[in-house]
């Protein structure tokens, strides 16, 4: 199984660019969630997704949006970036069962935004 | 809102020694999960340890064990004998376990270093 599988894993943007983070898994795990992980800082979420077509705020969701069309993906844009938009990110999903799983994470994006 | 608090920023222990993380947790739900997650270098999330609120009993994987107090609000990791490799950022984690509110809160982390 591939897991969780972010693309790119790095990226640099200059400020007022959009792009699109990619997320997919193919675990049919029906919660995934987004995250920004600061430098020396835990990780914050971003949005999260009880399953196709659901979307919530997480704690830091002003300058990002996310869809989910699909079980299998939860892309995350970010539209005109800012340099306070630096950081890494992590997508994740897990199942909440039952049988509950914990979440298993994608190996992260870098993004620098210039 | 349930909140993740990880106090000590760093905490170093020597090779083969002994080493406790502390984790505190603030919530009103009564069945939920805790999670332990180590962050190398490398940046990927590994899962450490994992316990159920409703199990009393505290779990163990290998070296690395907690003692859960449910009462206390409290999920403390114990890693024995340890070695070079466990030097990394380890987070506490807490996920509800009602499906409808099953987000995955973190604490800030704590950067482990292990002395040769």
């Known amino acids: 199984n591939a897991g969780v599988t972010q693309t790119p894993k790095f990226r640099i943007l200059k400020i007022g660019q959009s792009m699109t983070l990619q997320c997919t898994q193919d675990?049919?795990?029906?919660?995934m969630y987004w995250y920004r992980q600061d430098p020396g800082m835990g990780l914050k979420l971003i949005y999260y997704s009880v399953g196709a077509g659901i979307t919530d705020k997480g704690e830091v969701p002003n300058g990002y949006n996310v869809s989910r069309s699909t079980t299998e993906d939860f892309p995350l844009r970010l539209e005109l970036a800012a340099p306070s938009q630096t950081s890494v990110y992590f997508c994740?999903?897990?199942?909440?069962?039952?049988?509950?799983?914990?979440?298993?994470f994608g190996q992260g994006t870098r993004l620098t935004v210039v | 809102a349930q909140t993740v608090t990880q106090s000590q920023p760093e905490m170093s222990v020597q090779e083969a020694e002994t080493v406790t993380l502390s984790c505190t947790y603030d919530t009103s739900e009564s069945d939920y999960y805790l999670f332990w997650y180590k962050q190398p270098p490398s940046r990927q999330m590994i899962l450490v340890i994992r316990q159920e609120a409703y199990k009393q009993q505290n779990a163990t994987e290998n070296r690395f064990s907690v003692n859960f107090q449910k009462a206390a609000k409290s999920f403390s990791l114990k890693i024995s004998d340890s070695q070079l490799g466990d030097a990394a950022m380890y987070f506490c984690a807490y996920r509800s376990a009602t499906g409808a509110n099953s987000k995955l809160t973190f604490g800030k982390g704590i950067t482990l270093s292990v002395r040769p």
């Open positions: 675990m049919n795990h029906n919660y």
């Open positions: 994740a999903s897990t199942f909440t069962g039952p049988p509950w799983t914990e979440a298993f």
